[in-house]
């Protein structure tokens, strides 16, 4: 069964770097996103893209964050300049559609760790 | 906004014992919910879905019924097994417009022989 791939899985940096996480959707969804998991909360929505632009995006996803689908199989995630509180479980995620019936199919997540 | 409540975990149950994880939730309009499990080291995958009031989705012996009435998709399980260990997580997606999901904090299933 075809699945979403992320890596790395573990991504060490130090407080101020850049960081990027990479996933690589299913390949014949159309819409991709990116949830975060602070350690003992919530999965938060941070960003969906469509069609080469983002299409809806929460309050986290401030300017510190960008999306990009450089090519035609890879999404990725970048963090400008990391802060403590960036440390979490980051999911990528795709589907074909946004209806109930088009799940969104997840990654096995990056753990992001800032020092 | 948007929110899912779940029982808080961890839960600990006997193998071939009876699982029910409680979920709640607000939303506007009329939402989608889900149910997502974790296992160990791996990612979020679909377990079931509703999208209407009264239906019930059903996957691997789990089952949950949407309740429009009381604003709930209980999971339940009549016989667990020690594979069933894992994080589950109640979410919910309003309708056209909204791409996100809105999950639950997830509760955690442990199943001893």
């Known amino acids: 069964e075809p699945e979403v791939t992320q890596t790395p899985s573990h991504q060490v940096t130090q407080m101020g770097q850049e960081v990027i996480l990479r996933c690589v959707p299913i390949s014949n969804h159309l819409y991709f996103y990116w949830y975060r998991q602070i350690l003992g909360q919530k999965v938060e929505f941070l960003v969906s893209f469509y069609n080469n632009e983002i299409s809806e995006k929460s309050e986290i996803f401030d300017d510190q964050f960008s999306v990009e689908r450089p090519d035609g199989s890879n999404f990725t995630l970048k963090i400008r300049s990391t802060k403590l509180e960036d440390s979490a479980m980051y999911f990528c995620a795709s589907s074909s559609g946004t209806g109930a019936n088009q799940p969104q199919h997840f990654g096995d997540g990056t753990r992001l760790s800032i020092l | 906004g948007d929110s899912v409540t779940q029982m808080e975990g961890p839960v600990t149950l006997s193998e071939e014992a009876f699982l029910t994880i409680n979920c709640t939730y607000t939303a506007t309009g009329y939402p989608s919910l889900f149910w997502y499990v974790q296992y160990p080291g791996e990612g979020l995958q679909l377990l079931l879905k509703a999208t209407k009031a009264d239906d019930k989705g059903s996957n691997k012996g789990f089952e949950a019924t949407y309740r429009k009435e009381t604003t709930s998709f209980h999971l339940e399980k009549g016989s667990v097994q020690v594979s069933d260990s894992a994080v589950y997580f109640c979410?919910?997606?309003?309708?056209?417009?909204?791409?996100?999901?809105?999950f639950g904090k997830g509760t955690k299933l442990s199943v001893i022989p």
């Open positions: 979410a919910l997606k309003t309708g056209a417009g909204s791409y996100q999901l809105t």
